[in-house]
């Protein structure tokens, strides 16, 4: 079975910064498509950032120069460095993850379906 164990989340002041961490277990980051989601309440969840097997990144428009996503194959974990926070990126952030190759150009959509496995998520909350 995959899982996924999100942490590093919590409260930080505008303009903060907090740097997420996913370790999976059941599949390995080097070979697998991996994202990270949020969603707050009363929304729909949203595709932050996005990492493929062959390095290839994707972000959404509001994060871009201010979230980085990388993994680390050695250890096998996944995340997500995010600086200059606002308030409106206050969420819960989940890791996901698929087995798939996921191409171009639907690897820049995000499509959740895309990812079958998800965390529990941590929370993020700018004030």
């Known amino acids: 079975d995959v899982q996924l164990v999100e942490s590093g989340g919590g409260s930080v002041q505008t303009g903060g910064s907090l740097r997420l961490s996913c370790a999976p277990s059941g599949l390995s980051v080097s070979d697998s498509s991996m994202a990270w989601f949020r969603q707050s309440p009363g929304k729909e969840p949203e595709g932050v950032a996005a990492i493929r097997r062959d390095d290839l990144t994707a972000y959404t428009n509001s994060v871009k120069g201010r979230f980085t996503i990388s993994k680390d194959n050695a250890e096998n974990s996944l995340f997500l460095q995010m600086s200059n926070l606002k308030p409106e990126d206050t969420a819960m952030y989940y890791c996901?993850?698929?087995?798939?190759?996921?191409?171009?150009?639907?690897?820049?959509?995000?499509?959740?379906?895309?990812?079958?496995?998800r965390g529990q998520g941590t929370q993020v909350t700018v004030s």
């Open positions: 996901a993850a698929s087995h798939s190759f996921i191409l171009t150009p639907r690897f820049y959509r995000f499509e959740s379906s895309d990812y079958p496995y």
